[in-house]
């Protein structure tokens, strides 16, 4: 699915393209959520792509329990992860960036839950395919030792990305905890391999928090943001 912007008509412009995981709920709550907060100017205009698999569980054809993870001793239908992320790379991002005027330097990728956890994979593998990463309340409580390591080409010595990282205060705890390790683990890490931040929304749980991760992580991405 795909939301052109307002001023989309404006033919010499380029608009930054969001791109969220599991579209099939994050594209019609987060387009209407995004339309609206550009009424009062507080989200930048931008092409969102909803990516979708037209289901909601595996036996229909949602494989996102796959597609978005890293493997886990916990679940052998786990750590697709590098597949999905090479369809990303090699057929998706070149076929909106063909058609549509997408900025390729500001590219942004948004996941909540396991969508989240593949956007932490993402980062910790091939950060400079996104300019920004949001990671709603990631999932991490079956792999999470595989979150704590860099796993990309070489050392990073400079920052390449950005990445926010956003826990409900009231998510559950099997998703809060591990959540606080890795924003425990990165924090102290020096340098990393990216800008980061990362907060707790107050009041919002596992599922509410999916609109406000996404203002707070548009606006900070677009920020002037310095580490």
Known sequence: ?????????????????????DGGNTFPLLTAHHHYLRFGDEAPEAILVGISYGADTFEEGNWRSTDYTAPSEERD???GAA????????????????TYRADPSQRILFGQSLGGQFVLFNALTKPALFFGHIASN???????????????????SVPVSRVFVSSGELDDQRFREPAAKWISHWQAVNPRPWVLETRVLAGQT??????????QGVTWLFSNVTE
């Open 83 to 98: 597949v999905f992320q090479a369809v990303l790379q090699d057929e998706l991002i070149p076929l909106i960036e063909s």
């Open 138 to 156: 990631p999932a991490l409580h079956r792999n999470l030792p595989f979150f704590l390591a860099w796993h990309g080409d070489g050392e990073v």
């Open 77 to 79: 239908f786990w750590g």
């Open 206 to 215: 596992h599922l509410s928090a999916t609109p406000e991760a996404f203002r």
């Open 1 to 21: 699915f795909v939301d052109l912007p307002e001023n989309y008509h404006d033919e010499d412009r380029r608009y930054p393209a969001i791109y969220l995981l």
